[in-house]
């Protein structure tokens, strides 16, 4: 049944009237949607031939909710309506209760004569008694991917692309009320569903999760017949499982370079750069990967298995080579890798013909390698280039490399010693391995004023050393060192 609230008071000057009528036109589920409307007319007493302008201000109050606005221009004799809503929606308390504040103020700051003056009025308002609504008692959680029960991975803990997780929710219902459904939401999003109180959820079609310190934020809902609803908050611990990936741009099949007047060897190399998530953690430590390759020219053939070696998340191969690619035919291929719980990544590409090493035509001769007296005369295709998060190379047929990098960090130079303040900066990896180091030079880009004082350790063939940093004062700094390696890449 609807219920209605009307509130009056005349302005401090008693010649017009303010009428407040708040309406509850409807429940829906633990809410009533409400309507207000509020309005100004005259006293009749003599003075409804009074009008003014603007410049009077009022507040109406519904609940939380609150509608502000300025009485405009009025000419003291008719009923005008001020302000109006509908719709304004008023949850309940769990026990299907609700009682709320209703009232409004005007503040007459015109400083006028023949104005409304000040008026104000405030009441409760006692809304209609609903179903109450379920309350959840006890939540519980099980893991029930294979996979990761076999791994001791917690019930409670989410692994993340791979949990497929059960929801067991224990509620109390109220006025003969039975569960209608079960909802899992994420950031707002349905992610499970269920006509029961058991909901599972796969979040290998939930997507990356937004972390706060390792943990993630769920939403479980209960619906009942009568329209009842409770939402409450869980947080889970999450392990970041990462899905295998490959670097498009780090990742080739090429030629070898070939002997003689042919390319005659009919075979390539397989370049491969990846991440397989190896990660610490129980996880990590059962994981496997495995890198695969096909190469056709007509029929596409099974996978063929490359070993490799991970180092912490990152898988490497260099110069694998493949045989029985004739130098004559353009080929396919592909590079895939996964790893133990069946996720992938694959790429695609093609190996272009071989080249002769000389092409002759009436009036000159077209060189794609020449010799002087024994030595390789250098060629566009003969030097090999690239780069990864370490720097960038380069390899000259002869077996000299080259790598530069630049490395970015900041460095606390907090030890004192003979009037200075020093701090060590490790330089990280070379982008490629040295058979040999020949040598080795640090510069500064952007040092903050400080100087590179010595070597803490010394570079060798993968790395490039730690350096010592000395300033005046003592702080952190933003460093910035330009690294230059020569050597033998063979």
Known sequence: MALNKILTANGSRNHHRFTLSVNEDSTSGNSSLLSFTFTLSPVVSGYDWYGWGGRISYSVTIGDNT??????????????TLNSATNIEIPHESDGTKTINVGF???????????????????????SALHKAPVITNLAIAETNAQLTALSLANNVIAQYLSVKQFTITATLYDSATI?????????????????NVVSVNFANVGELNLVNNQVGLTIQVVDSKGGIISQNYTYSVIKYTKPTIEATSTTIKRKTGSGTNLTD?????????????AN?????????????KVWNSTEP?????????????????????????????YNYKIKIYDTFGNYDEKTGTIPTGKV???????HVNFDRATIK???VLTEDSIENGSNENGKWVKFPDGLLICTKRVITSVAMTTYWSGLYEGSMNLGNWPYTFTSLDSFQVSNSSIAGAIIECMATEPSTTSCGTIILCRPNSATYSVSIEVLGIGKWK
Not at 269 to 278: A, D, I, Q
Not at 307 to 315: E, L, V, Y
Not at 316 to 327: A, F, G, H, K
Not at 357 to 363: C, K, L, M, N, Q
Request: aromatic share 12%; with cysteine; net charge negative.
């Open 67 to 80: 509608y502000s606005g300025t009485i405009p221009s009025y000419d003291g004799r008719s009923t005008v």
């Open 105 to 127: 103020s005007v503040n007459d700051g015109a400083g006028q004569s023949y104005t409304c003056g000040n008026a104000s009025a405030s009441d409760t308002f006692t809304l």
């Open 180 to 196: 209608t459904t079960c909802n899992v939401y994420y950031n707002n999003a349905l992610i499970g569903t269920a006509n029961s």
């Open 266 to 278: 009919n075979k390539a190399n397989l370049n491969f750069v990846g991440t397989c998530y190896l």
């Open 281 to 293: 953690d129980v996880i990590g430590n059962n994981n496997t990967q495995q890198v695969q390759y």
């Open 302 to 330: 099974s996978y063929t298995n490359v070993s490799s070696t991970a180092s912490g998340n990152n898988i490497t191969i260099t110069n694998y080579e493949i045989s029985n690619v004739l130098y004559t035919s353009v």
């Open 357 to 363: 090493v000389w092409s002759e035509y009436p009036d």
């Open 374 to 376: 024994g030595k390789d």
